[in-house]
């Protein structure tokens, strides 16, 4: 289990790209991403559990739209719609490698 609860992400850039979430938790939950760059690009989510319930999304850009695999998204908590967003949060598209698979 891998926490970064109440971390805070207000600037620079955090890469995860080509992390795979498949077996274990890593947990985000409370965390604040305020400014700055929180990339997955080609990250995989196959398994495990990848949590945002709880995180608060104020600007800058948590990046998840060229994911490698999507089988098993993170969780977001109660009332968040990946079809909506809030600003910053970039859902995988339809380009996405996951997409192509």
Not at 65 to 78: E, H, K, L, M, N
Not at 82 to 90: E, H, I, K, T
């Amino acid at each position: 289990m891998v926490f970064f609860h109440a971390a805070e992400f207000s600037g620079g850039t955090v890469s995860f790209s080509r992390a795979e979430f498949s077996s274990e938790t890593v947990d985000f939950a409370g965390a604040g991403f305020s400014g700055g760059t929180v990339d997955f690009s080609d990250a995989g989510f196959s398994g495990g559990t990848v949590g945002f319930a709880g995180a608060g999304f104020s600007g800058g850009t948590v990046d998840f739209s060229r994911v490698a695999s999507w089988t098993q998204p993170p969780d977001f908590g109660s009332g968040f719609d990946m079809s909506r967003p809030p600003a910053g949060v970039m859902p995988p598209t339809a380009t996405s490698p996951y997409h192509r698979r």
